[in-house]
């Protein structure tokens, strides 16, 4: 049967590639579907079996959208047609009668254009021809303004936005967008445990899915509880999330449960004459493949990489959420760092943009997104890196004005001295850490509010808007300014936390002061300061959350000190895995002990032991070790600068737009290969070193660099 | 059965007085269920089998809100729940597991609350306990903010706008807003011409509904074609709309029609073996009641009278529409009139505010209403209106902030001069008229944004927002400074109709010189200039929509001109009914001859035949001649000033927010009945007035008035 399969996926292949330029798609309003799957998927969250959706704005597709587009044909062609919606079809601005399945276009010059009006799902379009098909070459507009006055002249519709359609990889008539599922694939348990009235499952490891009570019969009760532990599943009265059952069944019947849930034990308890043969689960996955890799001489810096890999898969879902047990929602902060975890991983750029779709949502701006600032910043600076990693300007064309009112938001939000402080309704987020002062003008939302002046600089060049990508600059410039005069402490040698009424508080944390690092926005004599003084120094505040331990690590990164990393890796995560997580935490301290740890917002099972950003050395062992980011966007140009950090050796690929980059790197060898762009390898030798395939630059004493050409391999024999 | 019916509905009618306090009804975000319906309503239209949607922006209702209120309760209660969509309950923010149809409030002070998420509907909630129900005092909000930070500490909501929530008569559990339908009553044709193959039907006057092909049976084809007039009908190529059915029926079934059509002859054709007992319709109506009346001495104006009401009726559905058969849709020029004329018969607050909140749907503004100028003008000065005839500022107070955004949106398109001319994708109306130039700073566009203006500033004041009041003023009095300054032309002594490149035209049209006079822009010189050299001059070009006549009548009842204008009625809309007209027309042009008269738009039956704006005599007739109106906000004190305008007599009511002015006037003798508030009863005599009820001011040579009381009626004898 396998061998058929292939071929048949072959056969596909083949033909996709053969009619690639007519490969038809379902298209609607770019943005549109994002959002509305996001609603669907931010309103199913239960808290043992309670409703809780969101607390902020949702918002709605546009329910009355126009396509259309412009082709030419050598020949009439036939076209099938599939909508979403109620619709009307044109051809020249003239109208088919009734909503037909089937149009002829003639040979000619000719405009095709639909227009579907859809309330609960997104007005999409499936159109199949030979040349006519709808793709993101469409074009789209809420708001055609094609008005005929009384003289029979039209409006000339100059007033009117088309954007460019939407679409995603629904490239099956049937299978419209509204229908979307993610994949499924039936698991069984490593582990039954059955008595009287219960069955305790054990899949092995932290997973998410639908339970299957297989051949349930009999008439009683059924309750699941489920457990990201042990403990958690047999705690029936304070596990997180439960499923109730009323069963009265005469004949045997498997029952899927309605909603996923997460967990690794799953304790089923029934009652009265109830009787279930098995339980199995449905494992549910966005169906992705890792291009990037990592391996190294350490045993345990490889099985963190797996688990940090598997931790990022489980929450690269519909988007990149925080969590997958409780949340289940969209936070942008913890998406910012699944974006950066996914160009060393996935490099799925669908699942980067739906995320920015949706946490963006529509105009008006009300309030932060997820009413967080920090998480507001975190949302521009997703767009600076994605453009850094991707290219992507049709990103930014496209959705340009909704980068410029939230902006908008934040500008009119700023106080007498222009920088940013919480106002009514403002969540400053910061961290989960205690004691941690929210108050007046916090240093570190200053510093990303500049970096986000920064990205509209750059978009706004982008699109040509120069009058606004100079006053973005300017603005930028003025924070950053403002930044150093007031909150570096000569005393303190780091930027203290915050300013309460004008005045610098002498509190020193770590977070703007690791972040100015990776942001370059320091100068050297700086950069060692705070090393010392605050990333360093165990007198400053730690970080318990693997969200801050992220920034904190890769700033020493940045600063080069990997070997000293690997050791905080090992014992942060190995820490983790030697409690025997599957999966990385949305917070761990060390000090606890045993169930403690999977406490947290006062309840007893409330930490999430899934939580993206847990997920980090996916990212630090790809763009620090491995070394390998863009220079230019879309990799363009990148750099490769291996560092070892203590390992022997280390092996792995970084995915880019155009290939990967291949990277092996001993104490006395690299060896690279190039993808698409042109790559700069950087390394430190103490003896000249030797490549058969390229000649090597001295930089500066001990320091060499070679170019890395699109596709070409190269070995470096040196010593470190 | 009558007065078993008269029964029921007393008793019903003490019950709910008696518990008029406690009586639930469904709620939801003030504005979002009349949005989700006009998109219903507005998405309905065809044009022979082709969907014909709006060419605006279409918003959706808020997909999640959380409804509240606190409540202090002598004794616990059960309270029901019905709910449209997925929801949560809590009491003082504890959450009740599932989606429970009956929760318990203990008794003392607690705040019951719902979260509820609907994409498809409108979130709307019932709750019905003793004291415990859902009502218009209920908070809402679309962002409730409600977050938690690590320390447990709740998030104060201070960012979070709560507004009042929204109600309409959804009184019944069972009868959620989702399934809202206006009410039918099956009516037969007067007269059928049945044939082989076919069956003609009059109805006798136009009209409204679903048709039913009542004992249906047989196989073949069935097609209707609606005619508003006989020539329509017949026509099967041309008529404006059409159903089509394909039969294939071996019993005899009733076949009503998917939708709604307006007409007043149907012609049913049909082949095969198909054969039809009887065709009736269900006729389609919102159930409001006259509560103005109109009679007078001469037979043709009370038959225009109700021919005028019919009209208006027929366009009163889920809102304003502006003509049965053809758009269905809303526009804002054409409500507006409705708006006026209401408060003459209907006085329906609903049908005003639901209009204009369908309307103006929300933000952010990306054109102008129905992207019509004027049209955003007239949702400003309807708002004015309303609030002067009904003094509700309740809506104003909750729907400030669209106010504010949309006047932003035109305060942003002012040219240098400070004026508004089209930009790109403005549409510049007017009225429909030949030749009529749309070009550079038109006047009249000018006259209507100082009445907006003057409205914004009037409502920034109910709301407490001086600043703002303030502003709008000093720019209100601007722009009328320069509509005076820049087109009054002394030689034409009129406004002249435009400025194009800041030099004014010569041609004088009569728009802008009318409005001026109602809106009295003018002193007594510049009137009685207007009315010589404009209003009576038969050299400017003359008015041929009922729409412009209503202002064109209007300014010359304001100018005491009601003879002449009882002569105009009598000629254009008696016209009309000479031409057998059972409903007034979009258009009339006395020039035309036949079947011309049903042609429109380069259609042979584009005109309506059926348009609400040619119902104006209601309005007229109740201002300017039973001459009540309101002279503070809800008729705290109002005018009455019959004029018999060539009459013998006239005899009326006109609605008020609490009770009826009744006026009879004949050249003898004046009865007025008050209403809640104090009128001033204001007449010319050319002797001395008698009253026994009241005293009588004498106010100049000839001029007498007097106090009308509340609820008190009065007999006065007078010489006109």
Redesign the interface.
């Known amino acids: 049967m396998k061998r058929v399969l292939s071929f048949i996926a072959l056969f596909v292949l083949i033909t996709s590639t053969g009619f690639a330029q007519n490969q038809a798609t379902w298209i609607w309003y770019p943005g549109d579907f994002e959002i ?1 799957l996001g ?2 998927m931010q ?1 199913r969250r239960t ?12 918002d ?5 959208i126009d396509f259309h587009k412009d082709f030419d044909l050598a020949q009439p062609e036939e076209v099938d047609l599939f909508v979403e919606g ?3 079809v044109k051809i020249d601005g003239k ?5 037909p399945k089937r149009i002829t276009v003639p040979a000619g010059k000719h405009k095709v254009s639909l ?1 579907v ?1 859809c ?2 799902r997104v007005p999409a379009i499936y159109v199949r021809g030979k040349n006519v098909v709808s793709d993101g070459t469409w074009l789209v507009t ?11 002249k039209a ?6 936005t088309w954007l460019k359609a939407g679409s995603w990889n629904f490239n099956d008539p049937q299978q419209p967008p509204s229908i979307f599922k993610l994949n499924t694939k039936e698991l069984s348990a490593v582990n039954v445990t059955p008595k009287a009235g219960s069955l305790l499952l054990d899949f092995g490891r932290e997973t998410f899915g639908f339970i299957n009570l297989k051949g349930l019969t009999g008439k009683g009760q059924v309750t699941i509880y489920y457990g990201e532990s042990r403990e958690e599943a047999l705690a029936t009265a304070t596990c997180e999330t439960t499923d109730h059952l009323e069963i009265d069944l005469t004949q045997k019947r498997d029952s899927i449960m309605e909603l996923t849930k997460a967990f690794r034990y799953v304790n089923v308890q029934f009652d009265g004459s109830v009787s279930i043969d098995s339980v199995s689960m449905l494992y549910e996955y966005l169906p992705v493949a890792d291009r990037g890799s990592f391996r190294c001489s350490d045993e345990q810096i490889n099985k963190i990489y797996d688990v940090a890999a598997y931790t990022l898969h489980l929450n690269t879902r519909e988007f990149f959420i925080d969590g997958i047990k409780r949340d289940r929602w969209i936070w942008s902060g913890d998406a910012y760092q699944s974006y950066l975890m996914n160009y060393y991983l996935l490099f799925d750029s669908p699942s980067v943009t739906r995320t920015l779709l949706a946490l963006r949502g529509k ?2 701006v ?2 932060h997104i997820n ?1 967080i600032m920090d998480y507001t910043f975190y949302w521009f600076i997703g767009i600076y890196d994605y453009y850094q990693y991707t290219g992507d300007k049709v990103f930014i064309q496209q959705f340009y004005p909704r980068m410029q ?1 939230l902006m908008n938001y934040c500008l009119s939000r700023r106080n007498k001295n222009g920088l940013l402080e919480g ?5 400053i987020f910061i961290d ?3 004691g941690l002062s929210k108050k007046g003008e916090v240093s570190f939302e200053q510093l990303l509010f500049a970096r986000s002046l920064e990205t509209m600089a750059l978009c706004a060049t982008i699109v040509n808007d120069a009058p606004n990508a100079a006053t973005y600059n300017q603005l930028a410039a003025d924070v950053k300014t403002k930044l150093f005069t007031n909150y570096w402490s000569d005393t303190k040698q780091a930027l203290v936390h915050s300013r309460v009424d004008g005045v610098p508080t002498q509190n020193v944390t770590r977070y703007a002061n690791m972040f100015a690092i990776f942001f370059n926005y320091l100068d050297d004599a700086k950069k060692q300061a705070i090393k010392q003084h605050v990333l360093l120094n165990p007198e400053v505040p730690k970080i318990t959350t693997p969200y801050m331990r992220f920034y904190e690590l890769e700033a020493l990164c940045a600063l080069g000190e990997q070997s000293y990393v690997t050791k905080e890796i090992k014992d942060y995560w190995g820490g983790m895995l030697n409690l025997g997580a599957t999966s990385f935490w949305e917070e761990y301290n060390p000090a606890k002990k045993g169930a403690e740890h999977y406490a947290m ?2 309840r007893e099972f409330g930490k999430s032991l899934c939580h993206a950003w847990g997920a980090s050395p996916i990212y630090l062992l790809g763009k620090y070790y491995l070394g390998v980011k863009p220079t230019a966007p879309a990799y363009a140009t990148y750099s490769i600068e291996p560092q070892l950090g203590g390992l022997q050796w280390i092996d792995g690929k970084v995915p880019t737009p155009d290939g990967d980059v291949s990277v092996y790197c001993s104490t006395k060898e690299i060896k690279v290969t190039g993808a698409g762009g042109t790559g700069t390898l950087r390394f430190k030798s103490r003896t000249k070193p030797v490549s058969k395939q390229a000649t090597i630059r001295l930089v500066s004493t001990g320091l060499y660099e070679m170019t890395v050409e699109k596709g070409k391999s190269y070995e470096v024999n040196y010593q470190l």
Do not use: C, M, V
């Not at 808290?47 to 949702?58: A, I, M, Q, S």
């Not at 109208?95 to 909503?99: E, K, L, N, Q, V």
């Not at 809420?142 to 029979?152: A, N, P, V, Y």
């Open positions: 509305w609603n669907n309103n808290e043992r079996g309670t409703f809780l959706p969101p607390f902020w704005k949702l709605s597709h546009y329910n009355l109620k619709f009307n109208a088919f009668s009734g909503y227009k009006f309330q609960d809420f708001e055609d303004k094609e008005w005929i006055d009384e003289t029979g409006s000339d519709q100059s007033g009117t105009d008006p009300t309030s009413t009112s106002l009514a309704g403002d969540w989960w850490a205690d917002y006062g």
